[in-house]
């Protein structure tokens, strides 16, 4: 078969041996982590936690991304999302501020200055994270068992704790990057993620079992469940690889004995060049009014806050799916810039069939964004609001998360990037692709987030 034949090159190729294995091992240690509970936290007050995190929104897709460690308070409990939080602020002030755009386009001592202010700006949200956190945690764990009460030092110590639990992932997650099969980062998310989902769809899978609490529709319902995941992941496959060729003619050069250019190539334009920025955007901003409600609460609010408390309400999912189209034009409008690839055709001699180099150019290409950004961003949105329709039609919360949102690109992104990797490999040591055409398309941004 020819899936045995592609393991036994994977297997035989020494390099690409010892960075799946490294990734391996390295995964391995994170998942342990996810289980050493914090110093002081008893099973009474982690049942206490994990109900809470059951019913809330907010804590619970923090729980999926750290594996499952934020409800089982333990050590890695903040996971690595301050430190992609602290990442996309640098994105962004490397768009607006001078000083930090002349650091981007000092090549690689310039990436690594904005790497030491990321990890400092890291350290920052975990102190400020921590003591939320465990405030949070103390509150809960006292109403339901009235005890968990901690003082001052106890939280200036269990802080640090988190911290360097934090800091370790992402030091993991860089060995990963230099050792392992790339995208550190991106694959400890992806393992976190996948964590949630054999537990999720077990429960979901007896809960439609004859004589269960919500077992409308039995198991022929599961299996429709499963169909119309698989449906939603084809779909945000093409999301992710959906490209647009704008045919490129260069002219003839030539230079002494030699001849340049006169071929024709393609500049592949992303329908979704913005990735899934503009969800975790979008969720930023839709957790304040959920975080001043009581972190997703319902319980004692109305009006406002209890319309943006429930993420499978109408009004929330509405306002949420707006700024996810907003901020799809926003951030493909300062990624991809075309009167730069405008200006680099004219360089070397290139220009469009049928259009003037220079404005012209700039003003076409924009024009074509404009247009697969608009279908892009729509589809971007409805895959966002996907898990609220799951839970509409009776899918429990975990299980509905797979089904769309950050979770479910994140999921796609990474495994292809991976595949990419995997099948760079094997191409570079003359073994058949994974793919009979041998052409695995991942993100262009090399990012998950």
Wanted: glycine share 10%.
């Amino acid at each position: 078969m020819r899936f045995i034949q592609t393991i036994r090159n994977i297997w035989t190729i020494e390099e690409l041996r010892k960075r799946i294995l490294v990734t391996l091992m390295l995964v391995l240690v994170y998942r342990l982590g996810c289980y050493v509970v914090l110093p002081g936290i008893s099973p009474e007050d982690l049942d206490a936690l994990s109900k809470f995190t059951n019913k809330s929104g907010l804590m619970q897709l923090l729980d999926m991304f750290s594996g499952g460690a934020f409800s089982q308070a333990s050590i890695f409990a903040l996971g690595i999302m301050p430190y992609i939080t602290a990442s996309i602020v640098i994105q962004l002030l490397g768009m607006v501020l001078p000083s930090f755009q002349k650091m981007q386009r000092e090549g690689e001592s310039g990436r690594q200055k904005l790497s030491q202010y990321t990890r400092y700006l890291t350290v920052l949200i975990l102190l400020l994270q921590g003591p939320a956190y465990l405030v949070n945690l103390q509150v809960q764990v006292s109403a339901a068992t009235g005890g968990a009460h901690m003082g001052f030092w106890t939280i200036a110590f269990l802080t640090v704790i988190l911290a360097a639990g934090s800091m370790f992932i992402m030091w993991l997650g860089e060995r990963i990057t230099d050792r392992g099969i790339g995208n550190g980062i991106s694959f400890i998310i992806l393992v976190g993620i996948i964590a949630r989902l054999p537990g999720a769809l077990f429960y979901e899978f007896t809960s439609r079992l004859p004589g269960s609490t919500g077992s409308q529709g039995g198991l022929i319902m599961f299996v429709v469940e499963i169909i119309l995941l698989f449906a939603v992941t084809v779909g945000a496959v093409l999301l992710v690889q959906g490209t647009r060729k704008v045919p490129v003619q260069y002219a003839k050069r030539i230079v002494g004995n030699r001849q340049y250019g006169g071929a024709r190539q393609y500049i592949p334009l992303k329908v979704n060049a913005a990735g899934v920025m503009p969800i975790i955007f979008a969720q930023a901003i839709m957790f304040i009014p959920i975080t001043l409600a009581g972190f997703g609460s319902s319980e004692g609010t109305s009006g406002f806050y209890a319309a943006f408390s429930d993420i499978n309400g109408f009004w929330y999912n509405l306002v949420y799916f707006i700024l996810i189209v907003a901020f799809t034009y926003f951030y493909t409008a300062i990624t991809v810039r075309p009167t730069q690839m405008a200006e680099d055709m004219k360089r070397n001699n290139g220009f469009i069939p049928g259009v003037k180099p220079g404005k012209k150019t700039a003003d076409y290409l924009d024009s074509i964004m404009s247009r697969i950004t608009l279908p892009g961003s729509l589809f971007l949105g409805i895959v966002a609001i996907l898990p609220a329709f799951a839970r509409f039609f009776g899918i429990s919360q975990n299980f509905a998360q797979f089904f769309g949102g950050t979770s479910l690109l994140i999921l796609v992104g990474v495994v292809l990037d991976t595949l990419q990797q995997i099948e760079s490999h094997l191409m570079m040591h003359h073994y058949d692709g994974l793919m009979k055409d041998g052409k695995i398309k991942g993100r262009t941004t090399g990012s998950a987030y």
